[in-house]
């Protein structure tokens, strides 16, 4: 079976390869606009089902689409549109509990498998000095929430409630459990 990402997210395709599979990249072209929060799981069918359709050979075939965004106070927030966006956004988490959520979507010729997973994190206070120093230490603006749960901001994560590699992108678990379970492949 061929596994295809639809994303040009390089966090993704380190989840996969780190865990053994041969996947091919595509970027699906399409409109990544989030009002909620369930729009996540269409975006990332979009994607896998964008990629999907540009493919001539398509038995043998499983197209994987994801999406994530952070969300806190009730607002959604996405990919942050330059520094100060990111700072804003940063300063919104310090001190409370946020939520990630993954859409996640597998599209091969028969069936199309659509999940989301959720994650609670727990970011303690930080300084405005200190939101500045890590923006302009780490590459954050292609993050949801405007940070990278893999990369220096561990160092505020106070506490995660769910999956951790739905917060860097890809819901790891969910996604071995699919394919084992809808797909008959055990990659362990």
Known sequence: MKIILASS??????ILEKIGLKIEIIKPEIDEKINRVDDIIE???????NVFDKLERKDDLIVIGADTVVVVDNYILGKPKDKKDAFNMIKLLRDKIHYVYTGLSLVTKHKSILDISKTSIKVEYISDEQIKRYIEKEEILDAAGAYKIQGLF???????EGEYYNVVGLPLNKLYNILKKDFGLDII
């Open 154 to 160: 561990s160092c505020f994560i106070k506490s995660i």
């Open 9 to 14: 997210s390089p966090r993704r395709k380190e």
């Open 43 to 49: 975006v990332a069918y979009l994607k896998a089902k």
